[in-house]
C-alpha cells in the first residue's frame, strides 16, 4: 500500500508563491509515476502536472511556465512549485501515484491513478 502525505498548501496573493510537497513510502518515485491534481469546489478533479519514472514531465496548459513538478529521491519526496499563483488555482491540491497508463490516455488523466493523498488547500486571493 503506497501513503502519500501532501503538506505546504495556504493562502497566497496573487502573483505569489508556494511549495507543495507530497511525502511518500521508500521506493514510490522509482516503482510508479506520479502526478499532482486539484479540485476546486463544485468542479471535477483536474490533472496539474506529473512525472514519468524516467524524468518526462506534463503539465496543464494553463500551468505551464508557471508550475513545476520535481522530486528528492533521498528524502522521497514530491514537490510542486508554484509561482505566479491567480485566483482561479484556488483549489484543493492532491498528490497521487499510478502503475500503468490507459492506453490512448495522459498521464494527467486521474483514472490513471491508484494512490491519492488526503490533499492541501491552496488559496490563492486577488
Known amino acids: 500500500q503506497v501513503q502519500l502525505v501532501e503538506s505546504g498548501g495556504g493562502s497566497v496573493q496573487a502573483g505569489g508563491s508556494l511549495r507543495l510537497s507530497c511525502a511518500a513510502s521508500?521506493?514510490?518515485?522509482?516503482?510508479?509515476?506520479m502526478g499532482w491534481f486539484r479540485q476546486a469546489p463544485g468542479k471535477e478533479r483536474e490533472g496539474v502536472a506529473a512525472?514519468?519514472?524516467?524524468?518526462?514531465?506534463r503539465y496543464a496548459d494553463d500551468v505551464k511556465g508557471r508550475f513545476t513538478i520535481s522530486k528528492d529521491n533521498d528524502k522521497n519526496i514530491l514537490y510542486l512549485q508554484m509561482n505566479s499563483l491567480k485566483p482561479e488555482d484556488t483549489a484543493l491540491y492532491f498528490c497521487?501515484?499510478?502503475?500503468?497508463?490507459?492506453?490512448?490516455?495522459?498521464?494527467?488523466?486521474?483514472?490513471?491513478?491508484?494512490?491519492w493523498g488526503q490533499g492541501t488547500q491552496v488559496t490563492v486571493s486577488s
Open positions: 512525472l514519468d519514472r524516467d524524468g518526462s514531465t
Open positions: 497521487a501515484a499510478g502503475s500503468s497508463v490507459r492506453l490512448g490516455t495522459s498521464l494527467l488523466n486521474r483514472l490513471n491513478y491508484n494512490y
Open positions: 521508500r521506493y514510490t518515485y522509482s516503482a510508479y509515476f
